[in-house]
């Protein structure tokens, strides 16, 4: 069955940096977009990054552009987020997602950002 998996978030000073990974199963990795979404306290989930199959293309949300970098290895399943210069606002539990005839979700990786 497929499986997103996250992992990388933790607790970090204003100004710091993580590296969120998603390893992937259970289906063909390689053939589909993959994505990051976010969802803070009493807010709703939103897009963060997306990376498409194929051409590799990535899109980013305005409050991440020149901060967060998305990535992926399809030899090893997993897409990445690097967050760089992260903000008090940037706290939130990140989701990996991947979309298709039926959309799946991973569980979430915690990252708060604070002093």
């Known amino acids: 069955q497929v499986q997103l998996v996250e992992s990388g978030g933790g607790l970090v000073q204003p100004g710091g940096s993580l590296r969120l990974s998603c390893e992937a199963s259970g289906f063909h990795f390689s053939a589909y977009t993959m994505s990051w979404y976010r969802q803070a306290p009493g807010k709703e989930r939103e897009l963060v990054a997306r990376i498409l199959n194929v051409t590799g293309n990535k899109q980013y949300a305005d409050f991440v552009k020149g901060r967060f970098t998305i990535s992926r290895d399809d030899a090893k399943n997993t897409v990445y987020l690097q967050m760089n210069n992260l903000q008090p606002d940037d706290t939130a539990m990140y989701y990996c997602?991947?979309?298709?005839?039926?959309?799946?979700w991973g569980q979430g990786t915690q990252v708060t950002v604070s002093s």
């Open positions: 997602f991947r979309p298709g005839r039926r959309d799946f």
